[in-house]
């Protein structure tokens, strides 16, 4: 992804702005279709490996109340990867000086 972008080498500082980016669009996303008080736990990771290209991974665990009916665990957690994996992208091509074609509904 970075390196389509014209982006090279990433410092320490902009991998913990790209992964905080990713995490706090993927748990907005989460918050936004199931309330905090029916999530047990909520484990969210994010890693950039530093190889060419660069990779940018979004892994989310979550455990709901017993509570919690109708939820499509596995169509929520991809949602939320993707808006995760966008913020990534955007904070990325921010980095690169590009602007970013997303889409910007976060």
Not at 30 to 42: A, E
Not at 59 to 87: H, M, T
């Amino acid at each position: 992804m970075a390196e389509s972008i014209g982006l090279i080498n990433l410092s320490s500082e902009q991998v913990v702005k790209v992964c905080e980016a990713a995490e706090n669009a993927a748990r907005r996303f989460i918050f936004s279709k199931v309330s905090k008080n029916k999530i047990v736990d909520l484990d969210i990771t994010v890693d950039i490996l530093a190889s060419k290209p660069f990779v940018v991974n979004v892994d989310i665990d979550v455990e709901f109340s017993p509570l919690v009916q109708n939820v499509d665990v596995e169509k929520l957690i991809d949602a939320a990867v993707d808006k995760g994996l966008q913020a990534a992208e955007r904070t990325l091509r921010e980095f690169a000086g590009v602007n970013s074609k997303s889409n910007k509904n976060d």
